[in-house]
């Protein structure tokens, strides 16, 4: 990635390979702009698919973080996850995994790893307390991870 975040408001201010974000709940649903008015994105009815801009925005507000990468190099990897779509999966395959495969070939979920390190750290300290209380601490974890969301430090 290489700008900071911007707010967008319609296609006429974004760039091929745009990444884009806005809210669902606490966490940010991704996808990226390919041109033409469409974006890819993932969602769990219909798995890997385009969509347009009013569709992916929801009535919310819409960043745009621009990338290193040609139009050229982003079609071809978008057009790749098109002609072979996966379903929606929270953990193997969610919007953001679909957004990091396109961009750099390594289907990630930033979002999800802050949610699973802070599950884990939240089970670490209650398992000293007894078993009971590890899954009590990891769920505890997980929603503070949830709570960090908003913050976004997960982007680059």
Not at 74 to 96: G, M, S, T, W
Not at 118 to 137: E, V
Not at 144 to 155: A, F, H, K
């Amino acid at each position: 990635m290489k700008d900071k975040l911007k707010t967008v408001d319609n296609c006429d201010q974004l760039a091929i390979g745009d990444v884009l974000y806005r809210r669902k709940g606490p966490v940010m649903h991704v996808g990226i702009y390919l041109g033409e008015a469409s974006i890819l994105h993932n969602t769990p009815k219909f798995g890997e698919h385009r969509v347009d801009f009013a569709d992916f925005a929801k009535g919310k507000t819409v960043y745009a973080q621009s990338t290193d990468l040609s139009p050229e190099q982003i079609l071809a990897k978008a057009q790749q996850v098109l002609d072979q779509p996966e379903a929606y999966r929270l953990f193997k395959r969610n919007c953001e995994h679909t957004a990091n495969k396109v961009l750099d070939d390594d289907p990630d979920s930033h979002q999800l790893n802050e949610i699973m390190a802070w599950a884990l750290i939240g089970g670490a300290f209650g398992k000293s307390i007894g078993k009971k209380s590890m899954y009590i601490g990891g769920f505890i974890g997980a929603v503070g991870g949830l709570l960090s969301l908003p913050r976004m430090s997960w982007i680059k």
